[in-house]
């Protein structure tokens, strides 16, 4: 197993099916529920045990997974209100390090159990036509949100892994 993508890298598929979208919101919609699971009766020395050598720690992953999901349901809003802009991007090490990612997890987890709950009612309402809208990530290009869907239920669906595979250790 691939310690860095345990699930993989993502991939869009060609074509990208509205069943896969709806498969992907889905992920999104449940991910909270299946992280909760995850998490909810491990101790401290457990939130502190590492995924790879070097990697963050299982508190680290459930706060950098609240802070990327927050910038994505902005960047989606975004692109949903202006016309291909460009966002920012942010340093997500750093933000590892910062003193809020050393701390209980217990508020990451209310912040993505809303989010999603509000992110899962955005996403069901986009048309086509919504779905082709576009964003520029300085780093990676032009992404529509369509494939952002996927992107973003990938990524919960990778540290959710990155997770499990701590606990094995």
């Known amino acids: ?55 963050w720690t299982i508190r680290q992953v459930v706060h950098h997974v609240a802070d990327s999901h927050m910038n994505a349901y902005i960047r989606f809003k975004l692109a949903l209100t202006e016309e291909n802009p460009t966002i920012r991007p942010y340093a997500e090490d750093k933000w590892a390090e910062l003193p809020d990612s050393l701390s209980p997890i217990a508020s990451s987890l209310t912040i993505i159990s809303s989010l999603h709950e509000r ?7 986009l048309t086509e036509e919504l779905l082709a809208r576009t ?24 540290h959710l892994a990155h997770i499990q595979h701590a606990l094995q250790n």
């Open 119 to 125: 992110w899962v009612i955005l996403l069901e309402s």
């Open 1 to 55: 197993m691939n310690e860095r993508y345990p699930i993989g890298e993502f991939e869009t598929p060609d074509p990208l099916s509205a069943d896969q979208i709806h498969q992907w919101i889905e992920e999104i919609r449940t991910f909270p529920a299946r992280l909760l699971e995850t998490v909810r009766s491990l101790s401290e020395l457990d939130l502190d045990k590492v995924y790879r050598e070097g990697g």
């Open 135 to 158: 964003f520029v990530h300085p780093d990676s290009g032009s992404v529509a949100l369509a494939e952002n869907i996927g992107i973003y239920a990938w990524h919960g669906n990778h």
